[in-house]
């Protein structure tokens, strides 16, 4: 009998404190008996719904549901808990988030409880990541054609041809020499396309080994490979999803990434490494390269088909050789920007130092052009203020020779070993090369007789700018 008493007692206890957590937790609350017939709210609940006690209680759960499934009535029919299904509810079609499990007491089924999470205030806070995420975005792609500089007839024409692309969804292809501006042109169509506001996606297909290109255009599923992320990796087209993927450098993916990357153009779906659902998604594509991907063609290192695909809106941007009369109007453009970053206040260039300018072939074309310029500033006295010939520093092929060998000190001999030392000279004279084709890695590529995926590598390795 004094058991029972106490078993009595504990039980109010256990019941009260159960009342209590029940009012006082801020998410919804709502059970239901076996036939799904409200018998339970919590003041959560009402708040959260604007439905009260007398519009739920006594009627069939499906009442307070303005849009989705009623999950109280799936955990009935299943016997088995719901997780994370997203429903509106009440008359102010409230979002929320709702977890249900049936009540089963004596291995009977008695009722199912639900619990409603308000993500109203989540969905506020990931629409405002969203924007700020945009604007980041927007600041990642960050020219427009105003930012291209120069009034020489064929890279008018580029503009032209690129600000009708920019209306419309098609592949572009942008061919020209490193150092001419496709960046600029590519980040440019994206802004001034109806997709500005979404991501622009940059990928140097040249800088990433092939064995990883295709994984990291399409991503992978979980256990696509040894060493594969759990969950799975989205790819870069997918983080394009919506907005734009600048494929640089497209004449160097292999030639079974180049058939995906054919499946993607012509789906419009990709398949992860790994994967056997395709995934839709909606990218404009635009493609650089600065070697002729026709010959390639010939050569049978591209496909033909994807040559096709990709070549619907060729542009082709005019090395800086073909376009001197651009220089004056470049080197005046640079200066001003330097200024400003630099905190200078030089006014221009002389004649002398500008026809220098022109006599130069300019294999690193327009990027070339913006070096000499910063670092004539940079041997300039704070009390200079126009750029004189002898502020320009040594730029032309043919000052110094290519096949120089590097200056070796051995007066360390012993300190390094072969490998070493070995490591040194190459990455001192890839260095030495680069500077010479003003940073053109086409022509380094070709002058070292190496490929430019195998220069890339280099660079990575060698940690050189
Ligand atoms: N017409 C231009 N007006 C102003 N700046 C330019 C112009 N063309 C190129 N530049 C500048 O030159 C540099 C190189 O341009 P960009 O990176 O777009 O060239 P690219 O053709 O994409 O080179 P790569 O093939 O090596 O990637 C950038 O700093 C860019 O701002």
């Given at each position: 009998m004094r058991d029972a008493v106490i078993t009595v007692e504990n039980l109010k206890e256990v019941q009260s404190m159960l009342g209590a957590v029940f009012n006082a937790t801020q998410d919804a609350i709502s059970v239901v008996d076996k036939d799904g017939i409200g018998i339970m709210i919590n003041p959560a609940y009402t708040k959260i719904t604007g439905l009260s006690e007398g519009d739920v209680l006594g009627k069939l759960a499906t009442v307070d549901i303005a849009e989705g499934e009623s999950v109280h009535m799936q955990v009935l029919a299943t016997k088995k808990p719901v997780k994370g299904a997203l429903l509106r509810v009440g008359p102010n079609r409230k979002e929320v988030l709702v977890n249900a499990a049936p009540i089963i007491v004596d291995g009977e089924l008695i009722g199912s409880v639900g619990v409603l999470h308000d993500i109203t205030e989540m969905n506020k806070l990931s629409e405002e990541l969203r924007q700020a995420k945009q604007i980041i975005r927007k600041l990642e792609a960050?020219?427009?054609?105003?930012?291209?500089e120069g009034n020489d007839v064929e890279l008018q024409n580029a503009v032209e041809k690129a600000k009708k692309a920019a209306n419309t969804p098609a592949t572009v292809l942008l061919m020209g020499e490193s150092g001419t501006g496709k960046e600029i042109f590519a980040h440019a169509i994206h802004n001034s396309s109806e997709r500005k506001y979404r991501q622009f996606v940059r990928v140097n297909c040249a800088a990433i080994p092939q064995s990883l290109l295709e994984s990291e255009l399409f991503g992978y599923e979980e256990g696509a490979f040894t060493g594969a992320k759990k969950g799975g990796k989205k790819g870069l087209f997918e983080e394009a999803n919506g907005g734009t993927i600048f494929l640089d450098e497209i004449g160097e993916i292999n030639v079974e990434t180049q058939a995906k990357l054919l499946r993607v153009l012509q789906e419009k779906e990709i398949m992860k490494v790994g994967g056997i659902k395709p995934v839709s998604i909606d990218v404009r594509v635009i493609a650089a390269s600065n070697i002729d991907i026709e010959n390639a063609v010939k050569q049978g290192k591209f496909r033909k088909d994807l040559y096709y695909r990709i070549n619907m809106f060729p542009i082709r941007i005019p090395p800086l050789k073909e376009r001197k009369g651009d220089i004056g109007c470049l080197a005046r453009f640079f200066i001003k920007k330097f200024n400003q970053e630099y905190g200078r206040n030089i006014e221009g260039i002389n004649e002398d130092a500008l026809q220098k300018l022109t006599e130069?072939?300019?294999?690193?074309?327009v990027r070339e052009l913006e070096n000499i310029i910063g670092r004539a500033i940079i041997n300039m006295k704070m009390t200079e203020k126009t750029i004189q010939k002898r502020h320009l520093p040594k730029f032309e092929l043919g000052d110094e020779k290519i096949n120089a060998p590097a200056e070796v000190d051995f007066s360390e001999g012993g300190t390094m070993t072969l490998e070493q030392l070995t490591e040194k000279i190459e990455k001192e004279y890839i260095a030495h090369v680069l500077r010479l084709c003003g940073n053109n890695k086409t022509q380094a590529a070709k002058l070292l007789q190496i490929s430019l995926r195998n220069l890339y590598y280099k660079l990575e390795k060698y940690m050189i700018e």
């Open positions: 960050k020219y427009t054609f105003d930012d291209i130069y072939q300019w294999p690193g074309n």
